[in-house]
């Protein structure tokens, strides 16, 4: 699998939004296909970096709710965790490689 970072244009960018991110499949049944949908926001109170996982908004009694699309299958919970990290650690590489450059 390898994590692919997208940068915002400057045009329509949420204030904290850094980029958005895609996981592309390279290996078994799902090679050759990606899963869309992460960003990388910087946190409101300035203390790091934080990513937002895949979901569909939906409304109940005029109440928005999200359905998370990627969840812990088993109950384990710290699997999000892993691919977070690996979004953020993907990011900063990004990040390094673009100072270096300009």
Same mark, same amino acid.
């Given at each position: ?7 915002? +244009? ?9 980029? &958005? ?5 390279? &290996? ?10 992460? /960003?990388?926001?910087?946190?409101? /109170? ?10 569909? /908004?939906? +409304? $109940?009694?005029?109440?928005?709710? +999200? =359905? ?9 919970? /710290?699997?999000?965790?892993? $691919?977070? &990290? ?7 590489? =990004? &990040?390094?490689?673009?100072? $270096?450059? +300009?």
């Amino acid at each position: 699998m390898v994590v692919k970072i997208i940068t915002p +244009s400057d045009k329509n960018t949420l204030p904290g939004k850094l980029a &958005e991110a895609e996981l592309h499949f390279t &290996e078994g049944i799902l090679d050759g296909l990606k899963l869309l949908g992460f /960003t990388v926001w910087e946190r409101r /109170t300035g203390g790091g970096r934080n990513v937002t996982f895949p979901a569909r /908004t939906y +409304s $109940v009694n005029g109440e928005r709710r +999200s =359905f998370a699309l990627l969840r812990p299958a088993a109950g384990d919970a /710290t699997a999000q965790d892993r $691919v977070r &990290e690996l979004i953020l650690d993907t990011y900063a590489e =990004f &990040e390094e490689k673009a100072a $270096v450059a +300009s």
